[in-house]
């Protein structure tokens, strides 16, 4: 039967017959050999040959430059494509220090944070420091040795220089080295090798913001010219005269730090410190005062001098002449007399009469010891305002004959830069060890560029005894020479190689005290970036002449005439003193205060800049003139906050030679710094008159205040704080269909079932309290995430990119209720900042508006962006209440119109710098914060590997590592241990909710912005508290 | 068979017969164009190639060439997007609900306004894909078609999906539903073509009429299907606009989180659709000298829908108003405060005299039977229609939560080419149709006609 069901098919009747012949050929495809097998080639020769041709053709045709990436030929034993380095080194620009880490992805160092283990900056950053990584990929760098700019070997260079140096060493000539303040003990040493070698060298230092007068007045008044540690941690009461210790003082990021740990409050610590300030022009610290005052550049003096009478009457000391009543001084004085011994006063003048003023107010206040430590001196500020006026003096006079300018440019950032410059061309050997051209090296003869500091072995020794070290992130980029072993070279020097040098120094100095081997105590200075060695406690007695200082002060100062303005030149918060002005995360960074970006202005009392409604930032140009000085022009900036009467010009502005980025942009303000009781004054009296030339400031912010929107910003005072920490908190409350009386909270009232978070819950916590609106966090952002630069004409067009932003909100005169006076600022606004980015709604609105679902919700709680599923409609962004979300609308990569400004993504040394972690996005898609999700997997897939569970702080995201107050805080809500848990005091579940995992916050002072709209973030603000008095009934 | 009626002014004037109906209407088609129709022709052409220019700049450069920025994503895009749309409800709710309701005087605009709301419809799609800024993307991501992504698929949740459905929904069914019109009145022109020996015309109106042959039956399912079609679109004439509306109601910004938003964009849908059959007719019948046939008796009628369909909207805009303080939301109040007060208050002013105040003229009998007056008033209330889109877009966005992101709105040639580029098109295409297709229902208005058995009126109509 089964036979008989099996059918037989055959192929042919060869196979039926099964003759012999078939079977030799059955196991082939083709019964008879085909043609191609006749010739001897197969037909896979045939597309080989056929496929070669084609492409040779099509290569021979292709005329696109062939970019080669070599493949390693042995693999680096410590470099794994796609895993990252980290390199501990030292951020020096000038006398700015700062201890970081560096990310090196496959060689180039893409990312800077900062190094915990230094005890001065202890893990901050600033805004400049988390930018200086593009500075290495910077496209004006110079690329080599250069002479009369035409470029030469190295060797050619040195050969011409120690033969000019040894010419002028044989008649005797006088030689300079300028640089400013330097922080490296082996740079020191080196300079000292040279000047052995050419003995009529001199070193002098400079500063762009100068604390001469401070040195100067700590020399009179304790017999030794230095700078101290002042500590803000410990300041219950702190007073500061016009000194921007937050955003430019001395050393902003160590302030910052102990500012923001007695700024902290919850409902264990209860205190925090009281902050004065008076000033002209509204800085960073005066924004984050509880008082603030406005006075005038020229009472400066006074202030101080009054607030010493103050003391001194308290005190029973004499009072000194002088003086001049202020608001709040009274009281100043009263609360600093209170908390004696915690107390602090400091004042950013530059004038050596006003600083023994404050010595001996801190000294009254036992400040020395407790609040300032003498013997901790920081070696910040070296610049000799005098040395450096002597040497202009030498310069113009034809003295000198050779001078090196040490990484330094006077000719832009000294007052006297012109001069500077002129005198250049008389002096037989200039040279500039810039690692740019700028200004000053435009007008020497050699250049012999330095390495950046991420190619180059350095030292620094910023504070007394705490030693930091610099080595390189990646091979120099271009053919420069560290500058210290060109003055070695130059010096005749057997050994010219600078980490030689630096090492051997290092051995030497604490080989002995180490304790362990030589190369052990290398390599752990190398892991850790920074040595310590105990400092000598040392107390100090105040010997300064105060009635002489007072008297100095009185005689020095006069208002401004009727018809002239006090002018405050200071450093804005993001250009600084302009020495990174060619970077373009700095020029596209909005100040703190104005949110300007791409420009230069000058701020004005919004009531004295006449005629100008500063409309969306459209204003008139003003001309500013001191005596002696060619005017400048500027744009003019309306600045609540701003002391009548007086103006304030950023530094940092007017470059003509820093490159594509900064060039043309704004005027030069350092001219206009004057010399007062002989150091640089930053200010003077001056001319000011608006003039018809319109202009448009690009702002990245143009409506200045809150509206009275106590869901958006929630405030309180700390006396309020202390009896109820729920004070003024602001708990929308939705009305039910039970009426008026049941009120329920906005979450519980919804139709969502929730998601389910079954692994991680990531979330955040932004202190309004210790966040002082530095915005390092927001270039730490767009580093990471590739964030594009969009330049000035695309932020007039309101189009920044920025995932991250610092929402400043002045306070308003006007009650809630007037909504056209609430659009105004105060004449002196009390001062909000609030970092705003993607709050990774639960129930995020825009995520169920695009309609081809490419934004999405994670299951860790993330709101996530698919780019390449994106189509475009905006939809999201409209839909988005807190306004973050940002569209690319135009191809911001690899194209023309944007080469200049956003270097990192058109260049392809730029390009060096982006993370390969994160896409580059494209035209027509939405992005926005992501939470650093790269970072978020990258920490997961380490724990995954080692089988265990992401522990807490091992993944955190950019802005919070950049924090240096720790205002922002990550983690896992799902974690109870965790410190987001423990500072928000997240209630995971609770039963009379109608949705599970969702979580709430039972800290006092957690709020949600706009919270009575239900989309559930997973960030919480930490309510601001201000330590200010009841306002009177 | 013709019913005429003692107490009710004929709807065609004139004395027209059945055969002066078909002479006057064809003659359009069958004779040379007009020079006026030639210079129309020139400046849609022209506008038209300008906005062309202005559309491919934008899909190279980018959507950056508009004026929108991170607070504003939409602006022009999507006020002429909604504008358009609007526009385009006028001519199913003639044909379609007017059919129902056996308003005979639609017969002689029907034709003209469904051309229109096709055209508009045209005209209002091409800016959600040009507004995207990559529209070959936009072409089939928003679709659930079959893919390989997986799991991914378009969002149903989101209203511009619903948007996508909603509007090819409404225009297919509006393109069916107007060439079945069509059809009979191309069987006219084919069978006089053949008459004439013109053997071209013939075989393409032969085609374009499906062979159309006239037959009692072909009638009588024609009939029913105009029928089953204007049951169909019915309903859509109140969900385009409804879902258009959601498109904003169902968002959280304060200004169009608003549950009233769907009748009002209806009725600000029909008002502007009307408006804008008045400003087209009215050039036409000039134009193709149809006098008789839209006479002003219709224009008086539309102008009281324009009364009744303005009142409407003046009284949502109140209503809003209204609640807007009555709810007691802070971003609520502000965001209305911001309209009447704020930077952009010209263009509220501007909506509520064009919508409000304007049509309310029309209560005088003189104002909506005089043919300039109408024709001015049209025009105004289409400006005021697109400023109630652009406010309600533009002023909602640009002071929303947060005040840190307030920003303002600038337009620039490129958002203003967009808005040309439709217009060329628009009237380019209504053009070639007003030549090439019969613009009035030639088959409806017959029956609406006398026999030519029966003797003149004694009365010309109010035109005579």
């Known amino acids: 039967m089964e036979e008989s069901n099996k059918k037989v098919y055959w192929k042919g009747l060869e196979q039926l017959t099964n003759s012999p012949e078939f079977v030799k050929h059955a196991h082939q495809e083709f019964a008879q050999p085909g043609p191609e097998e006749d010739l001897g080639h197969s037909r896979r020769d045939f597309l080989k040959m056929m496929g070669f041709g084609m492409s040779a053709v099509a290569l021979a045709a292709c005329e696109a430059p062939i970019r080669k990436a070599i493949p390693y030929v042995n693999k680096p034993v410590d470099v794994d494509p796609s895993v990252p380095n980290y390199y501990a080194s030292t951020y020096i620009n000038g006398g700015d220090y700062a201890s970081v880490v560096v990310k090196v992805r496959e060689g180039r160092p893409i990312k800077i944070d900062g190094n915990a283990l230094s005890s001065a900056t202890k893990g901050g950053v600033s805004a400049q420091v988390e930018a200086s990584v593009l500075s290495l990929y910077d496209n004006d760098r110079l690329r080599g040795a250069k002479i009369d700019k035409k470029r030469v070997d190295w060797k050619d260079l040195d050969r011409e220089v120690i033969a000019k140096l040894n010419a002028i060493a044989a008649q005797g000539g006088q030689i300079r080295i300028v640089s400013n303040t330097i922080l490296s003990p082996s740079t020191k040493a080196v300079i000292e090798k040279f000047k052995a070698k050419f003995p009529t060298t001199q070193h002098i230092q400079y500063d762009q913001s100068s604390a001469y007068g401070i040195l100067k007045a700590n020399e009179e008044s304790f017999g030794s010219a230095f700078i101290p540690t002042y500590d803000f941690s410990k300041a219950k009461t702190i007073v500061s005269v016009a000194a921007d210790f937050i955003g430019s003082w001395i050393a902003p990021i160590e302030f910052t730090k102990g500012y923001a740990l007695g700024r902290e409050v919850n409902e264990e610590k209860t205190d925090m410190s009281r902050h004065y300030q008076f000033e002209s022009i509204l800085s960073i ?589 905006r939809y999201c962004a409209n839909n988005c209440p807190y306004k973050v979300r940002r569209f690319n609308w135009f191809k911001y990569h690899d194209n023309k119109q944007f080469q200049d400004v956003n270097t990192a993504m058109n260049t392809d040394l730029g390009k060096m710098v982006l993370n390969p972690d994160v896409t580059v996005r494209s035209r027509g898609v939405m992005e926005k914060c992501s939470f650093c999700v790269q970072r978020i997997q990258a920490g997961k897939l380490t724990a995954k590997k080692e089988k265990r569970r992401v522990a807490d702080g091992e993944v955190n995201v950019a802005c919070a590592a950049a924090c240096s107050t720790g205002a922002i805080v990550f983690g896992d809500l799902n974690d109870k241990d965790s410190k987001i848990s423990k500072l928000l005091k997240v209630r995971p579940t609770f039963a009379d909710r109608p949705t599970v995992n969702d979580k709430d916050a039972d800290n006092p002072r957690a709020y949600q912005v706009i919270e009575e709209i239900g989309v559930r973030p997973n960030i919480w603000y930490l309510k601001k508290v201000r330590n200010k008095d009841a306002a009177k009934a | 068979m013709q019913v005429t009626s003692v107490v009710r002014d004929p709807l065609v004037t004139g004395g027209k017969t059945v055969k002066d109906v078909s002479h006057d209407i064809s003659r359009q088609v069958e004779g040379k164009p007009t020079r006026s129709w030639w210079i129309a022709m020139a400046i849609s052409v022209v506008l038209f190639a300008y906005g062309f220019y202005c559309v491919c700049t934008v899909l190279w450069n980018g959507i950056g060439v508009w004026g929108l920025n991170k607070t504003v994503g939409w602006a022009w895009d999507i006020t002429n997007f909604v504008w358009w749309v609007g526009i385009g409800h006028a001519g199913t709710l003639i044909s379609a609900i007017l059919l129902l309701f056996r308003q005979k005087w639609r017969m002689s605009i029907n034709r003209a306004a469904e051309a229109m709301t096709i055209f508009a419809v045209i005209c209002a799609a091409t800016f959600p894909l040009i507004h995207m800024g990559r529209l070959w993307l936009g072409f089939y991501w928003a679709l659930p078609l079959p893919n390989a992504f997986g799991s991914l698929w378009a969002n149903f949740n989101s209203p511009l999906l619903w948007d996508v459905f909603a509007i090819s929904t409404y225009f297919t069914v509006s393109l069916v539903f107007w060439y079945i019109g069509l059809i009979p009145d191309f069987a006219t022109i084919r069978d006089r073509a053949v008459v004439q020996g013109n053997n071209i015309r013939a075989q393409i109106y032969n085609a374009l009429s499906f062979g159309w042959q006239g037959g009692a039956k072909t009638w009588m399912r024609y009939e029913s299907v105009a029928l089953i079609l204007a049951g169909l679109s019915t309903p859509l004439v109140l969900s385009v606009h409804t879902i258009v509306s959601m498109d904003f109601a169902t968002s959280v910004i304060p200004g169009w989180h608003t549950t009233i938003f769907p009748p009002y964009f209806v009725a600000g849908a029909i008002f502007s659709g009307f408006a804008m059959v008045l400003t087209l007719l009215l050039v036409t019948r000039v134009v193709f000298k149809l006098e008789d046939y839209i006479t002003i008796y219709h224009i008086e009628l539309m102008n009281i829908i324009i009364i009744v369909t303005g009142s409407v909207v003046g009284i949502a805009y109140i209503t809003e108003l209204f609640i807007s303080w009555y709810s007691g939301v802070e971003y609520e109040g502000y965001a209305f405060y911001n309209r009447v007060q704020g930077p952009f208050a010209w263009s509220y002013w501007s909506m509520m005299t064009c919508n409000v105040i304007s049509p309310q003229l029309f209560w005088i009998k003189k104002i909506r039977t005089s043919i300039a007056a109408t024709f001015v008033l049209s025009i105004i209330v289409n400006i005021g229609m697109w400023f109630e889109r652009f406010v309600i877009i533009v002023t909602s966005l640009h002071r929303d939560y947060i005040p840190s992101s307030w920003t303002g709105f600038h337009p620039t040639m490129f958002d203003i080419g967009e808005y040309v580029f439709t217009f060329g098109l628009f009237f380019t295409a209504f053009l070639l149709f007003a030549k090439f297709f019969p613009v009035i229902n030639m088959a409806e208005v017959k029956s609406i006609v006398r026999s030519d058995s029966e003797k003149p009126h004694h009365k010309e109509g109010l035109g005579a």
């Open chain 1, 285 to 873: 610290t005066g924004a984050n005062a509880d008082y603030r005052t406005q006075i005038k550049p020229s009472e400066e003096g006074a202030v101080v001098a009054q607030l010493y009478n103050l003391i001194a009457a308290k005190a029973g000391r004499a009072t000194v002449t002088g003086g001049v009543e202020k608001a709040n001084l009274a009281k100043a004085a009263d609360d600093l007399w209170a908390t004696k011994g915690s107390s602090l006063v400091v004042a950013g003048s530059n004038d050596k009469a006003i600083q023994v003023l404050v010595n001996g107010i801190n000294d009254m206040l036992g400040s020395y010891g407790t609040t300032i430590d003498p013997s901790l001196t920081v070696n910040y500020r070296q610049g000799d305002d005098q040395a450096m006026s002597a040497f202009v003096g030498e310069l113009e006079a034809g003295k000198v004959e050779g001078v090196i300018f040490y990484n330094c440019n006077p000719v832009y950032d000294h007052p006297q830069g012109k001069k500077i410059g002129a005198a250049l061309k008389n002096v037989t050997l200039s040279i500039a060890t810039g690692y740019k051209e700028e200004e000053t090296g435009d007008l020497v003869k050699y250049l012999a560029p330095d390495h950046h500091y991420l190619e180059s072995w350095n030292d620094a020794e910023p504070k007394k005894n705490l030693f930091s070290l610099s080595q390189p992130t990646i091979t120099p980029i271009f053919k420069t020479r560290s500058a210290q072993s060109s003055f070695l070279t130059w010096a005749g020097e057997s050994e010219t190689d600078y980490f030689e040098v630096v090492k051997a120094n290092w051995s030497t100095w604490f080989g002995a005290s180490a304790g362990v081997n030589l190369q052990t105590f290398w390599d752990k200075c190398l892991y850790d970036g920074v040595y310590e060695k105990p400092v000598e406690a040392k107390s100090v007695y105040f010997s300064g002449d105060v009635g002489a200082a007072a008297n100095a002060i009185s005689n020095n100062y006069k208002a401004a005439a009727s018809g002239q303005k006090e002018l405050v030149i200071y450093e804005s918060g993001n250009i600084g003193n302009g020495s990174q002005a060619n970077n373009p995360l700095l020029q596209e960074l909005p100040d703190p205060i104005t949110k300007a970006v791409w420009d230069h202005y000058v701020t004005v009392a919004p009531k004295e800049a006449e005629g100008i409604k500063f409309f969306e930032s459209n204003t008139r140009k003003a001309k500013i003139t001191v005596e002696g000085q060619e005017p400048v022009i500027v744009a003019i900036l309306p600045q609540p906050g701003q002391a009548a009467g007086t103006i304030g010009l950023p530094l940092g502005y007017g470059r003509t030679k820093a490159g594509k980025v900064a060039d043309g942009r704004g005027a030069n303000a350092y001219p206009l710094i004057g010399l007062l009781n002989g150091s640089l004054s930053y200010g003077a009296n001056v001319k000011f008159e608006i003039i018809e030339e319109e202009y448009q400031i690009a702002q990245t912010q143009t409506h200045n205040t809150a509206m009275g929107r106590a869901a958006v910003i929630q405030e309180t005072i700390l006396s309020k704080f202390k009896k109820d920490p729920s004070a003024d908190s602001y708990q929308p409350k939705v009305t039910t269909w039970n009426g008026t009386e049941d009120k329920i909270d906005p979450e519980t009232a919804t139709l969502w079932k929730n998601h389910d978070y079954t692994n991680h819950h990531w979330g955040m916590s932004i202190d309004l309290n210790t966040c002082t609106g530095c915005a390092a966090c927001v270039v730490a952002c767009n580093v990471e995430n590739n964030v594009a630069l969009v330049g000035r004409e695309e932020v007039i067009n309101r189009r920044e990119m920025h995932w991250l932003r610092i929402d400043r909100y002045y306070s308003s005169d006007a009650p809630v209720t007037d909504w056209k006076g609430l659009e105004e600022a105060s004449d002196n606004p009390e001062v909000v900042f609030q970092p705003m980015l993607c709050q990774h709604c639960n129930n995020a609105p825009c995520e169920t508006v695009c309609p081809v679902a490419a934004t999405t919700h994670s299951t860790e709680g993330l709101n996530q962006m698919t780019y390449n599923r994106c189509i475009g409609t």
